[in-house]
């Protein structure tokens, strides 16, 4: 009941709203932080009461809600969504804080802001295959009107690439939906659309697998966005208002890669398996691609966009690097660039308040004028590059690890990422604070007040917390992890004969390779030795 | 066959929606006569009617109960349809009476003609004979028609009659041909009859019956308006009164498609592999064009058209799968699809002028900071056309869909889903109108109680059937 509070209370918060006057804008503003900031503290007391040395779901509540289908109201969270969960009641909340100075239709700001912030939220609590999609579709019509009404010139334009593109991938994932209902239906005799049942009991042919991978692909691939699905990301940030692109990189994108831990993955395992070098091929494409494009953009925002592009290449290469360093870097790299991109996103916003342009050549010279905006600009650049000691480094280099032990290559590609990204954030960061303060009306630009202060410090924090110790955050998914690479790894498909090979696995492996064993596909012993090898690592916090 | 009538076979409880319904049209004209101007009393008449003719409908127990030889079915497809039609037949009414003062129109026997009306399509929705298919389809019509025109001084609403009247005779046409067709190769009108006798492999592959198949199939299509038997559609819509418009788009279609469902899923499902290919291609083409065609409009009446050409192609999605979900599915389709058809009517009407005024999707820019709330429901309609959760529409969609991929359809919900991509669009367009760009003109908006009144009904119906649809489910799928 709790999770179902905390869930709602945003929604609550939006429907008190609508009684509200709206001329009175400082309550109508003053009414949705406070709703935001009890939210954020009462998903911190889920954090604190979160007990990470298990894997199973936590806060769990399953109510029957369409009985004749066998759809039930069922939502809980474990490691792998409590963070994100987490992160999305307090990027709402800085949000709400960033959009103070919204100019028109103060009250339907802000009651699109807290729906969207409850559509997020069901996102990742949903434990219903129906439920989740419900809710994976529900958020994007506040967010649609967040960008078309409170964004840039081509708004509309954006608003509406940003719908169709996540729609029709949606769609496709319905199909897919319908099909494994039915499909559990004929083979356990079970009507039911449960994550977790489906997740235990679904067992499809290999070429079926792979056409329903492919449908859960596109709709999460859309949303990361990978390349080449990735157009409608730099439209919908350029044009969305600050707090919009910030809840767009924080949280939305993050729904993605969400959903190929929650679905893809163990639903799929050996379509995954089957995946991995196109996934992989494509997040490096998109790590470059990225990069390169953010290197040569004229405007601020554009250029995080793309950069954005290329981050969540490394999320999508660890999570397919399929090993517990892979997942857990693409975890923490999840929340890093929901903490590093948003921060950026927010500092664009504050020039852009200032100056209505966020061109890099109006700028140059900020630094002597703008001392505490340089530093703050500073800290979120540097962690979005992966400097040691902040958190960027910390994902990163996990999921660069992870990626190492299946293919040296793709690490080795990946890493110029790194590079590329030194590249486009030190020459952004030299044009825009350093050279000579040459335009005039730069000259009297004030520097952070004390809200803008307060939307970003918090994130400045959190970078440097993880970057420091980011125990608590590892140990969070630490379980959930390593029973997830246990149900994706490929020995679970392995025949049975082969099965001597690899003694340490064997008792934990034999229950699922009876099940899949007659689905299986033969392996080389090359390929073998190095799975095994993989298998053989214990996860990185139980060092 | 029996060549006469069995008395015993007459069973008059079964009846007693039709006759309820008859009695209280009879008498709303007779009250016509004397009345006067005062049309309230026709009203309240016409809406006790539709109430006791739901209750009536109840009276039969148990059901499936048969009756006149087996032509007549109490069961619970009928019933439910029943239902449908009586709150859509109410909902039309009550949208009426606001719109019938402003533009003007004085008739009384606007009201009876809509009780008529709904007789037909309780007869069409519970027959089981080809005969009483043919009565109900003549009765529906001919109201139509009428109420088509009932604006006689206006042009639009004089073209809208005598096309849809000249294309509809046609189409009738072709039913009864195919109805002849039918009976001449199977030897009889009864459904169960024909689906026994169909049953038998070398009866399947007379040329007679396929070519009778083909045009009921024709005379069917015509009258859910699918493509490519839709042309008069767009015209008719925009042309009838928009409660007519609004009343045409949810009742006869769904009595149409009850009958559809009833021809080609009880008595021809033997033969399913002759009819399915040629029902998907409707199915699709009228997705397509529906959609395609919505896109391109910039009178929101037109629009609604072409958008339910297109869900009249999702509905026969729910044919084609023939079983028992699909049944189920069109019931709930139907249903959440009135609420949601009168409320973006009875918007439609609030915003529109004296002479049909004001249609154009663009009067409705910057609606949402001058009416919020209006806008607000008027999204939530749009969307739940769409088929967006949480409104009924998401759900009435995913049981469509969901009876279609039961019976292996995947290919043909792909394209469904693709084609609700596109639908996106342009419900979204009027969205962008409303909330996107600034007002062009003063918006003088009367909100008429009634009208008001329908579009809450329609909200409060479309969300709740969108986040509780359980028991309506329950029900539906009995």
């Not at chain 1, 409170?150 to 509309?156: E, L």
């Amino acid at each position: 009941m709790f999770l179902t509070f905390i869930t709602f209370l945003p929604l609550a918060g939006a429907l008190f709203l609508v009684f509200m006057p709206k001329e009175s804008v400082a309550a109508i503003k003053q009414t949705a932080l406070a709703v935001a900031v009890a939210d954020f503290l009462l998903s911190l007391l889920l954090w604190t009461n979160f007990d990470n040395t298990t894997h199973k779901m936590q806060f769990e509540l399953n109510v029957p809600w369409i009985e004749a289908w066998g759809i039930n109201y069922h939502i809980g969270l474990d490691g792998i969504s409590l963070l994100l969960y987490v992160m999305t009641t307090f990027l709402t909340m800085i949000c709400v804080l960033a959009s103070w100075d919204i100019n028109k239709h103060m009250r339907e700001y802000m009651i699109a802001m807290l729906t969207l912030s409850t559509g997020m939220l069901g996102v990742f609590i949903s434990l219903d295959l129906f439920m989740f999609y419900v809710f994976w579709e529900f958020q994007l019509v506040p967010m649609y009107l967040i960008v078309g009404v409170w964004g840039g010139p081509r708004r509309i334009y954006a608003s509406i690439k940003f719908f169709l593109f996540t729609a029709v991938g949606s769609l496709l994932m319905l199909v897919a939906i319908l099909w494994i209902y039915f499909y559990i239906q004929e083979t356990t005799g079970v009507a039911t659309a449960d994550i977790l049942y489906i997740t235990e009991h679904l067992d499809a042919p290999l070429g079926t697998q792979k056409w329903l991978w492919m449908a859960f692909f596109l709709a999460f691939a859309i949303k990361v966005p990978m390349f080449p699905f990735h157009t409608w990301l730099p439209d919908a940030h350029v044009e969305a208002p600050t707090a919009g692109s910030v809840i767009l990189a924080g949280v939305l994108l993050k729904m993605g890669t969400y959903g190929f831990l929650r679905f893809n993955l163990p639903f799929f395992p050996q379509a995954s398996y089957e995946f991995v070098p196109m996934v992989a091929w494509l997040a490096i494409i998109g790590i470059i691609y990225g990069a390169l494009v953010a290197m040569v953009q004229e405007d601020l925002k554009k250029l995080v966009a793309y950069s954005s592009v290329s981050h969540l290449g490394f999320v999508m290469l660890g999570i397919f690097a399929l090993n517990p360093y892979g997942i857990q870097g693409a975890l923490i790299q999840n929340i890093n660039h929901g903490i590093s991109t948003g921060a950026l996103f927010l500092l664009v916003g504050v020039v852009y308040d200032r100056r209505h342009t966020r061109l890099i050549s109006e700028f140059g010279g900020l630094a002597k004028i703008m001392p505490k905006y340089t530093i703050c600009f500073m800290i979120a650049a540097l962690s979005s590059i992966g400097l040691p000691g902040m958190n960027g480094f910390i994902g990163e280099f996990l999921v660069l690890l992870g990626i190492f032990q299946v293919n040296g290559l793709w690490a080795a590609c990946a890493t110029s990422g790194v590079i590329l990204a030194a590249c486009y954030i030190l020459w952004m960061f030299q044009r825009v604070m350093f050279l000579e303060l040459k335009n005039p009306k730069n000259a009297d630009l004030k520097d952070m007040n004390t809200r803008e202060m307060l939307t970003v410090v918090p994130l400045l924090i959190l970078i440097f917390w993880i970057g420091l110790y980011p125990k608590p955050f590892m140990d969070t998914f630490d379980a959930s992890v390593t029973h997830l690479v246990s149900k994706v790894s490929p020995d679970n498909f392995r025949p049975k004969k082969e099965h001597h090979d690899n003694d340490h696995n064997d008792k934990h492996n034999d229950k699922q390779n009876e099940k899949h064993g007659e689905h299986a596909r033969l392996i080389t012993p090359t390929e073998m030795a190095s799975l095994n090898h993989r298998l053989q690592m214990p996860a990185l916090t139980k060092e | 066959m029996e060549p006469i009538l069995a008395p015993e076979s007459i069973d008059l409880i079964a009846l007693a929606p039709v006759i309820v319904l008859s009695v209280f049209a009879m008498m709303v004209l007779i009250v016509d006569l004397f009345g006067g101007r005062n049309k309230t009393l026709l009203v309240f008449i016409s809406l006790v009617g539709l109430l006791m003719t739901a209750i009536s409908a109840f009276a039969k127990n148990p059901i499936p109960a048969y009756s006149f030889n087996d032509s007549y079915i109490v069961d619970h497809l009928s019933l439910f349809f029943i239902c449908i039609f009586t709150i859509s037949s109410a909902l039309a009414i009550l949208l009426s009476v606001e719109y019938n003062e402003r533009e003007g129109i004085r008739a009384g026997e606007y009201y009876a003609l809509i009780l008529f009306c709904t007789v037909g399509m309780i007869l069409l929705a519970s027959s089981t004979d080809m005969i009483m298919i043919f009565l109900g389809i003549e009765i529906v019509s001919i109201c139509l028609y009428v109420l088509a025109g009932i604006r006689r001084g206006n042009l639009a609403s004089n073209e809208a009659a005598l096309k849809y009247f000249l294309l509809g005779a046609f189409a009738t046409g072709f039913l009864l041909y195919g109805m002849t067709l039918v009976y001449g190769s199977t030897g009889s009108t009864n459904l169960f009859e024909i689906a026994d006798f169909v049953k038998n492999p070398e009866a399947q592959s007379n040329p007679l019956l396929l070519m009778g198949l083909v045009l009921l199939i024709i005379g069917f299509g015509f009258k859910v308006a699918s493509v490519p038997f839709h042309m008069w559609a767009p015209d008719v819509y925009q042309g009838a009164p928009t409660p007519v418009t609004a009343f045409m788009a949810v009742g006869p279609k769904a009595a149409a498609f009850a009958a559809f469902f009833r021809v080609f899923a009880e008595a021809f499902p033997e033969m399913a592999p002759s009819w399915e290919v040629l029902l998907s291609s409707i199915a699709v083409l009228s997705m397509f064009f529906g959609n395609l065609g919505a896109i391109m409009q910039t009178n929101i009446k037109r629009m609604l058209a072409f958008s339910s050409i297109s869900h009249a192609g999702y509905i026969l999605m729910a044919v084609i799968a023939k079983n028992s979900l699909g049944a189920s599915s069109l019931l709930f389709y139907m249903l959440a699809y009135a609420f949601t058809t009168f409320g973006i009517f009875g918007i439609v009407i609030l915003l529109g002028r004296k002479g049909e005024e004001n249609l154009e999707i663009e009067n409705y820019s910057g609606l949402a900071y001058k009416h919020p709330i209006i806008a607000l429901s008027m999204t939530v309609f749009l969307l739940s056309l769409a088929g967006l959760p949480p409104f009924a529409g998401f759900i009435a969609k995913f049981y469509i869909f969901s009876a279609a991929v039961q019976e292996g359809l995947i290919t043909l919900v792909i394209i469904a889903v693709l084609n609700s991509a596109i639908s996106f669009y342009y419900y979204l367009k009027v969205v962008v109108f409303m909330y996107m760009k600034e007002p062009e003109a003063e918006f003088r908006i009367s909100l008429t109680p009634l009208t008001l009144f329908v579009v809450f009904v329609g909200v409060i119906a479309t969300v709740s059937l969108g986040i509780f649809p359980g028991s309506i489910i329950a029900l539906a799928s009995h």
